[in-house]
């Protein structure tokens, strides 16, 4: 398997322009995860999803911040309008169904925005 | 909800001595405790993982240890090598209703020094 698939790998875009990070997670894996990662607040849960349904989307910043799963292979995570503060790197993870199953993450997305 | 505190936030050692790192969470019914490595410009990739079930599990030169009374757990590397200097994260995963989320610890540098 080639593992979880992110795109793009680095994304440079204006304030208030619209991103959207994409992911394929692992085949047979039912979790997907979206992390963000930043030096000040480390690795932060976003939201996740079990069979395509968004679980918990507690930690989602904002509303200008969303995620859809359309089917068992692909998921997005879009921001719109985006903000310097967004700046980060974003993390897709997949996992089996259970809760002692490790994360198995992508290479990320590196998000910076001017 | 779970809150993961780990320590040192920094850790420089001098090569062939052990590393230790220790973490502690808030929930208990965390029962699935990851520990991830994460090298410069990379994803995080699991290293070693304790079930609630298990006090002490060891992999070669890793070893991790639960606490479940204290809640909290420890990675141990021995004989440490250059190329252990990375960021170590631990984790706890729990059930949640309808899927289990998992919650990362700030992260440890790890410098060895030859």
């Known amino acids: 398997d080639a593992g979880v698939i992110q795109s793009p790998r680095h994304e440079v875009t204006e304030m208030g322009q619209e991103v959207t990070l994409r992911c394929k997670p692992i085949s047979g894996h039912d979790y997907l995860f979206w992390y963000r990662q930043t030096m000040m607040r480390g690795l932060e849960l976003l939201i996740y999803f079990n069979n395509n349904v968004p679980i918990d989307d507690s930690g989602m910043p904002e509303d200008r911040f969303s995620a859809k799963m359309p089917n068992a292979s692909f998921s997005t995570l879009k921001i719109q309008p985006s903000e310097p503060r967004d700046s980060a790197v974003y993390f897709c993870a997949s996992s089996f169904s259970s809760y002692n199953s490790p994360l198995h993450f992508g290479n990320g997305t590196r998000l910076t925005v001017t | 909800g779970e809150n993961v505190e780990q320590h040192p936030s920094t850790l420089s050692v001098q090569e062939g001595d052990s590393a230790v790192i220790k973490c502690t969470y808030s929930d208990s019914a965390s029962n699935y405790f990851p520990w991830y490595k994460q090298e410069l410009g990379k994803r995080p990739q699991l290293i070693i993982d304790?079930?609630?079930?298990?006090g002490e599990k060891k992999d070669q030169r890793i070893a991790v240890t639960l606490n479940k009374t204290a809640k909290h757990f420890s990675l141990h590397i021995t004989e440490t090598q250059p190329e252990d200097s990375a960021v170590y994260f631990c984790?706890?995963?729990?059930?949640?209703?309808?899927?289990?989320?998992?919650?990362f610890g700030a992260g440890t540098r790890l410098f060895v020094k030859a």
């Open positions: 304790i079930r609630s079930n298990v």
């Open positions: 984790a706890a995963s729990m059930g949640d209703t309808g899927g289990f989320k998992t919650i």
